[in-house]
T-cell receptor
């Protein structure tokens, strides 16, 4: 089945550690996105990529990094510079940008 | 910059009744699109409906319709014949052109509870 796979679903991290969230899609979509969601809040855009080897900062990029070496993959690294990383992270893709987003099931990161 | 405002933190509706979830937006770009997504407690995001700024008619998808009032910059979601499974968080979102091209901006969401 075509879709977006995020892993891991749950992740615990100690303060000061970097962690990488995986996002893979087999929909042949050009654009991919990372959003952060805090409890009871809307989604805020971290980074997005409209084409391979190119990406742009979203509204809250500080403390995060991404790469887009392959069309199918858009991993997100939460660095130790991110002051409050505990959140629900959603990856999405779209055929074109902008367009309807297809979402993964999310990754819940907890910093201990 | 583009902005989405959802002023209803929570809404309650009786099963089989209709409910309207409010959404207002702000953008200076004449070309934009508006989306509604549903997020059940499981966390997945489900696309419901889309309205383009140049679409002449209001979008409809089954029990969902979008009440698009361009002059008022509102894009309210109407759910007809509510079902218990409609209980979820609902998000309004938009994309526009200019420097925000490619970005989809979300509102804060409205929690809908359907009572039997």
């Amino acid at each position: 089945d075509g879709g977006i796979t995020q892993s891991p679903k749950y992740l615990f991290r100690k303060e000061g550690q970097n962690v990488t969230l995986s996002c893979e899609q087999n929909l042949n979509h050009d654009a991919m996105y990372w959003y952060r969601q805090d409890p009871g809040q809307g989604l805020r855009l971290i980074y997005y990529s409209q084409i391979v080897n190119d990406f742009q900062k979203g509204d809250i990029a500080e403390g995060y990094s991404v790469s887009r070496e392959k069309k199918e993959s858009f991993p997100l690294t939460v660095t130790s510079a991110q002051k409050n990383p505990t959140a629900f992270y959603l990856c999405a893709s779209s055929i074109v940008s902008p367009g309807e987003l297809f979402f993964g099931e999310g990754s819940r990161l907890t910093v201990l | 910059a583009q902005k989405i405002t959802q002023t209803q933190p929570g809404m309650f509706v009786q099963e089989k009744e209709a409910v309207t979830l409010d959404c207002t937006y702000d953008t200076s770009d004449p070309s934009y699109g508006l989306f509604w997504y549903k997020q059940p407690s499981s966390g997945e995001m489900i696309f419901l409906i889309y309205q383009g700024s140049y679409d002449q008619q209001n979008a409809t998808e089954g029990r969902y319709s979008l009440n698009f009032q361009k002059a008022r910059k509102s894009a309210n979601l109407v759910i007809s014949a509510s079902q218990l499974g409609d209980s979820a968080m609902y998000f309004c979102a938009m994309h526009a052109g200019g420097t925000s091209y490619g970005k989809l901006t979300f509102g804060q969401g409205t929690i809908l509870t359907v009572h039997p």
